[in-house]
C-alpha cells in the first residue's frame, strides 16, 4: 500500500495532547497543530479530520501563509480518498498544484504529485498513478523539498514498479528511499523495502521471501511498528498455506491479529481473519474454520457500513458547508442591500425633514420592509427546520433499511457458501437442510420489504384509520399461528395467555396485526434454543387494554433499552447478541402513536424482555 510523509502517529494520548494544546496555541503553532490533528484522526474519524483540515485551510488563508494551505488542501484532499470521493479530492489536489506553482513552493509541488499518483493508484490507474510519481521524482532533488517528503515519494515509486513487474527499478529506489530515511530516522522505508523484496521473491525464490519477510517483521518489531509487523507477519502465515507448514501460520497469524488488534487496525484484523480460516480448514479443523470466516464475515459487513456511512458523511459534510458559504454570500449581498436602503432613506429623511408628510411616509415604508424582512426570516426559520427533520428522517430510514438488509443478503451468501462447501464435501445431510435456510432468509427479507411498505404508506400521508372493535385473544391466536413453525424449527415454546373473557379494543386491525407480528419476531430472533415466548393480554383499565409479548433471551441493561426508545436520527446500539430491531421497531412505534396507545419495554439482562402495548378499549 501506498504511504504519505512520515508524520505523528494518532494514539489517542497523542490526540488529546493535540486538542489540549489547541486552544492556547497562537496563530503559527496553531496551524501546526491543526495539521497533526488533522492527520491523526483521519484513520480512525474522518469527520474529525476533515473539521480540523477545514480549520486548517481557513487559518492559512487568514494568515496568508501559502505553504500552510498548500498542506491544508492536500490533507483535506487525503481525507476524501479515504471515503472514495475521489471528484473532491482531485478538485483539491489541483487548487494545491496551481498555488505551489504560482508562490515556487518545491516541497508542496513534489508532496502535491505524490497525493495525485496515489489518488490514480487507488483508482487501479496505475498508468496515471506512474506520471504523476515521475513528476513528483523529477522535482525530488529540487530545493526546499523536505527529507520526509523525498522518502514518501521514493517509496510509493517503488511499490508501484515492484508491483506492475519492475523488480529492479522498484528495488533502487526502495534503496535510496532506506538511505535517505536512515538519516532522519525513519526506519519505515527499510521495513517496507524488506517486505516488498519478499514479495518479489515469493514465486522463485521462497527462501528468500521468508527471510526478507522475517527482516521486515524483525525491524517494525525493533522500532516498534505493529501496523507494519502485522503486514509481515500475514505475508509469512501465507506462504506457510503455502508450504503447507499449517502451525507455523496459525502462530504468525494470531500474532497479527492481536497486533493489528491492539491498533484498531481493521483492515488488517481482517485480513488475519480470512487467513485464520483458512489456515484451520487446511488443518481440517473446519468448525474452528467456519468461526473464523464467520468472525472474517461480521466484520467485513460492519467495515462497509461505517465506509458508506463515512462516505455518506463526508458528502453531507461538504454539501453543508458549501450551503453556508452560499448562505453567507446571499446574507452579506442582502445586508449590503438592506444598508444601501436604510441610507436612502435617512438621506431622504434629512432633506425632507421640515416636511411632515413626506417624513412619516418615509418612516412608514423603513417600518413596513422591517416587517417584511421579519416575515421572510422567520418563513426561512420554518423552512430550514422543516428540511433538517425531514433529511434526519431519511437518512434515519436509510440506515435502518441497510443495516436490516445486511441480515438477509449475508445469510443468502452464507447459504451459497454452504451449498459449495456440502457439495465439495459430498454432505447430503447438509443439502437437504438447505432450503430451510432459504426458506427462513427469503421469510426475513419479505417481512422486512412489507414494514417498508406500511413505512411509506405512512409517510405518505396515505394511510386511513379503520377503527373497530377487536377481540384480543383472537388476534394473538392469529398472530401465533403465523409463528408457530418458526418457532417449532428454533425449538422455542410460543404460547398464547388470552383472557377468560373477551375483551375488545377500539384499533385498526391491520396496524394491531403489524405491530404484534414485529415484536412476537424480533422476540424469536432475540430468544435462544429451547426459550419460550408468551403472547398475554390483559384489562389495564376500563378504558385500556395492554398486549404484552415477553421473552426468556439474553435481555438488555437499562441504558440499551434507554438507548432503543429514544427519538434518535440513527438506530441504537444493538444489545449484546443482537442484529438490531431495525425498522420493526420504528414501524411498531410509529403506529402505536397513530393509535394513541403507548409502548414501554422492560428487559433484564440475562432473563428476558417484555413489551407492553397499551391501547384503547372498546
Excluded at 521471501?209 to 527482516?215: G, L, M, S, Y
Excluded at 502465515?237 to 502451525?247: C, F, K, S, V
Excluded at 441497510?402 to 441480515?407: F, Q
Excluded at 384509520?465 to 399461528?481: F, I, K, N, P, S
Aim: charged residues 15%; positive net charge.
Amino acid at each position: 500500500m501506498l504511504t504519505e510523509p512520515a508524520a505523528a502517529q494518532a494514539p489517542t494520548p497523542t490526540i488529546v495532547r493535540l486538542e489540549s494544546q489547541l486552544p492556547q496555541a497562537a496563530a503559527p503553532g496553531r496551524l501546526q497543530i491543526l495539521d497533526s490533528l488533522c492527520w491523526a484522526w483521519e484513520p480512525y474519524d474522518v469527520n474529525r479530520a476533515l473539521a480540523y483540515g477545514q480549520q486548517h485551510l481557513q487559518l492559512a488563508r487568514k494568515q496568508q501563509s501559502p505553504t500552510a494551505e498548500v498542506r491544508a488542501l492536500n490533507n483535506l484532499g487525503r481525507c476524501y480518498v479515504t471515503v472514495a470521493d475521489y471528484l473532491t479530492a482531485r478538485q483539491l489536489y489541483d487548487q494545491a498544484l496551481q498555488l505551489a506553482r504560482r508562490t515556487q513552493n518545491a516541497d508542496g509541488l513534489a508532496a502535491t504529485y505524490n497525493r495525485l499518483g496515489a489518488l490514480h493508484y487507488y483508482r487501479n490507474d496505475t498508468a496515471s498513478a506512474w506520471s504523476n510519481f515521475q513528476l513528483a521524482l523529477s522535482v525530488l532533488r529540487q530545493p526546499g523539498v523536505r527529507p520526509q517528503t523525498q522518502v514518501a515519494i521514493l517509496n510509493n515509486a517503488s511499490d508501484l514498479l515492484f508491483e506492475t513487474g519492475h523488480p529492479g527499478r522498484g528495488e533502487r529506489l526502495g534503496e535510496q528511499a532506506v538511505a535517505l530515511a536512515k538519516t532522519i530516522q525513519d526506519p519505515e522505508a527499510a521495513i517496507k523495502h524488506h517486505l516488498n523484496l519478499g514479495i518479489v521473491a515469493l514465486q522463485q525464490q521462497p527462501a528468500v521471501a521468508v527471510r526478507e519477510f522475517q527482516e521486515s517483521a524483525n525491524l517494525a518489531r525493533q522500532n516498534h511498528r505493529p501496523r507494519h509487523e502485522a503486514a509481515a507477519l500475514l505475508e509469512l502465515a501465507a506462504l506457510h498455506l503455502q508450504q503447507n507448514a499449517i502451525g507455523q501460520g496459525l502462530v504468525e497469524a494470531h500474532r497479527a491479529r492481536e497486533l493489528s488488534q491492539s491498533r484498531h487496525d481493521r483492515e488488517r484484523v481482517l485480513g488475519a481473519y480470512n487467513l485464520l480460516a483458512e489456515l484451520y480448514a487446511a488443518a481440517g479443523q473446519y468448525p474452528t474454520a467456519y468461526q473464523w470466516q464467520t468472525r472474517f464475515q461480521t466484520l467485513n459487513d460492519s467495515l462497509n457500513a461505517r465506509r458508506q456511512l463515512a462516505t455518506l458523511a463526508a458528502w453531507e459534510s461538504r454539501y453543508t458547508l458549501r450551503d453556508k458559504q452560499q448562505q453567507i454570500v446571499q446574507l452579506t449581498q442582502h445586508t449590503q442591500e438592506q444598508t444601501t436602503r436604510n441610507r436612502l432613506l435617512l438621506a431622504g429623511l434629512g432633506a425632507l425633514g421640515l416636511v411632515l408628510a413626506g417624513g412619516s411616509l418615509l418612516y412608514w415604508q423603513l417600518r413596513r420592509s422591517r416587517q417584511a424582512l421579519a416575515r421572510n426570516h422567520a418563513a426561512l426559520h420554518s423552512a430550514t427546520t422543516q428540511v433538517a427533520r425531514l433529511a434526519a428522517a431519511k437518512d434515519r430510514l436509510y440506515t435502518i433499511v441497510a443495516h436490516d438488509l445486511r441480515g438477509p443478503v449475508t445469510a443468502f451468501v452464507g447459504v451459497a457458501e454452504l451449498i459449495e462447501f456440502y457439495h465439495r464435501e459430498n454432505n447430503q445431510e447438509g443439502l437437504r437442510n438447505l432450503p430451510g435456510l432459504v426458506r427462513q432468509s427469503a421469510s426475513s427479507l419479505n417481512h422486512l420489504l412489507d414494514n417498508l411498505l406500511h413505512w411509506a404508506v405512512m409517510q405518505s400521508g396515505e394511510l386511513q384509520l379503520q377503527l373497530e372493535a377487536v377481540e384480543a385473544g383472537e388476534v394473538l391466536r392469529e398472530c401465533a399461528g403465523i409463528y408457530s413453525t418458526l418457532a417449532h424449527a428454533r425449538n422455542l415454546t410460543l404460547t398464547v395467555d388470552a383472557p377468560a373473557t373477551p375483551l375488545y379494543s377500539q384499533v385498526d386491525r391491520n396496524m394491531l396485526r403489524t405491530i404484534l407480528r414485529n415484536l412476537t419476531g424480533n422476540a424469536i430472533k432475540f430468544t435462544p434454543v429451547g426459550g419460550s415466548i408468551t403472547l398475554s393480554a390483559f384489562a389495564a383499565s376500563a378504558t385500556e387494554i395492554v398486549f404484552c409479548v415477553h421473552d426468556t433471551g439474553a435481555g438488555m441493561s437499562a441504558t440499551q433499552v434507554e438507548q432503543l426508545m429514544a427519538p434518535l436520527a440513527q438506530p441504537p446500539v444493538p444489545a449484546h447478541n443482537r442484529t438490531g430491531t431495525g425498522l420493526g421497531l420504528v414501524l411498531c412505534r410509529a403506529f402505536v402513536a397513530r393509535l394513541q396507545g403507548r409502548l414501554h419495554v422492560a428487559s433484564v439482562p440475562g432473563t428476558g424482555t417484555t413489551v407492553q402495548v397499551s391501547l384503547p378499549r372498546a
